[in-house]
């Protein structure tokens, strides 16, 4: 059986060419560490961190590569601002298309003290800016967290207009990148952003187990540590360094996992995040005509017309959304995502909860051969 991979939301495959040669010759040949070795072959290694760091620095038009901070994955580095950067008192706001990655670790903030406000977005998951603005206009509000694009239906938030707002109202801005760096461009200081959290293994088309945290020094200086230990720098001190990347980079790095990133963005970079976008956007849209209009199957969230990522979730209307999933890998071998996607608020705006949808997610080698393959294998699905 043929099978074909529509579970780009959850993680990029195939990943990007070269990715797993550079992690496997690093292991191999040059599996060192860095800060922690006082011979050439450790400063070598050291460098292409720091150069993997600069890379960064421009792909997200940000200016200080010593303020991109590398963490095991986005959930991590929402977790480091939130919880090091919110006290008892402090006013948050978020999105209430928000992944758990956001809404788990406000919740814990919340019961902390935290006074926690959500944004209502509509029953297609984009965000209302009148009702936005109705939420931060609390003289308490220290900060707004708030997805780019969602992982359920593929709406995206409006984060120029956004930063905008917050930067007038001196509040901090916080983006969750995790399903659109890599597909969308994103210019940290033209679109206002302080905090920007990313993965490495989705739109990036790196390895799983890396993600990264980039911070302006506004954000950087109101951030404590949460996590505390080693980093090969001031080691005679008992607490964490003032300076970063060491402030927030307690422990081994995943260093194969950064060495498989660099080698992904190479990739990126060359190829073209508006081209890369071009690519999915034209096989979703496909998917989306073919079945927008039935009336046995609701295909959730914005419009094929609008601008949105390559994410599509349906919703069928007279079976269980659990077998047409099943079916889907048992006989036609095409892979989905089914259930709530880590994102019960965001299931709950779209009027999709508790039942969720079956998400389709293309990426930069899908085809439209397999798209029109899938939305063959769904017609006959319902025919049964």
């Known amino acids: 059986m043929r099978r074909v991979y529509l579970d780009n939301g959850s993680t990029s495959f195939p990943k990007a060419p070269g990715v797993g040669q550079a992690m496997f010759e690093y292991i191999e040949n040059a599996g060192f560490n860095v800060s922690r070795g006082g011979y050439r072959s450790s400063y070598d290694l050291a460098e292409r961190i720091l150069d993997t760091r600069e890379k960064l620095r421009d792909f997200f038009g940000f200016d200080r590569e010593s303020n991109v901070i590398f963490t095991p994955n986005v959930t991590f580095s929402l977790n480091y601002v939130i919880h090091g950067l919110l006290n008892a008192g402090d006013g948050l706001v978020i999105s209430s298309m928000e992944h758990n990655a956001v809404a788990r670790p406000v919740e814990t903030a919340k019961r902390k003290g935290v006074h926690l406000r959500?944004?209502?977005?509509?029953?297609?998951?984009?965000?209302?800016?009148?009702q936005f603005e109705e939420q931060i206009r609390y003289d308490d509000t220290k900060a707004v967290v708030m997805l780019h694009g969602s992982n359920v239906c593929g709406s995206l938030m409006p984060v120029a207009e956004v930063g905008k707002i917050c930067k007038d109202r001196d509040i901090f801005f916080i983006v969750d990148a995790a399903q659109t760096a890599g597909v969308f461009p994103i210019h940290m200081k033209e679109m206002n952003i302080n905090g920007l959290a990313f993965t490495g293994h989705k739109g990036l088309l790196g390895p799983q187990g890396i993600g990264g945290l980039l911070l302006d020094e506004s954000l950087a200086e109101e951030i404590s540590p949460i996590i505390d230990g080693?980093?090969?720098?001031?080691?005679?001190?008992?607490?964490?360094?003032?300076?970063?990347?060491?402030?927030?980079?307690?422990?081994?790095?995943?260093?194969?996992?950064?060495?498989g990133l660099s080698a992904a963005l190479d990739y990126v970079a060359e190829k073209g995040v508006d081209a890369i976008r071009a690519e999915e956007l034209k096989l979703a849209r496909l998917f989306m005509s073919a079945l927008e209009g039935r009336d046995d199957v609701r295909v959730v969230g914005p419009p094929a017309e609008e601008e949105r990522c390559p994410i599509v979730s349906l919703d069928f209307l007279n079976m269980d959304n659990a077998e047409v999933a099943f079916r889907l890998d048992e006989e036609f071998g095409i892979m989905t995502r089914c259930g709530l996607h880590c994102a019960p608020l965001a299931h709950r705006t779209l009027k999709t909860f508790p039942q969720g949808t079956v998400r389709f997610a293309f990426g930069h080698k899908n085809t439209v051969e397999e798209v029109e393959y899938a939305i063959d294998a769904i017609e006959r699905i319902l025919r049964d």
């Open 230 to 259: 080693g980093t090969g720098s001031r080691s005679d001190s008992v607490v964490m360094p003032e300076f970063l990347p060491d402030k927030l980079e307690p422990g081994t790095l995943n260093l194969p996992g950064i060495i």
């Open 118 to 130: 959500i944004a209502q977005c509509d029953e297609k998951g984009r965000l209302d800016l009148d």
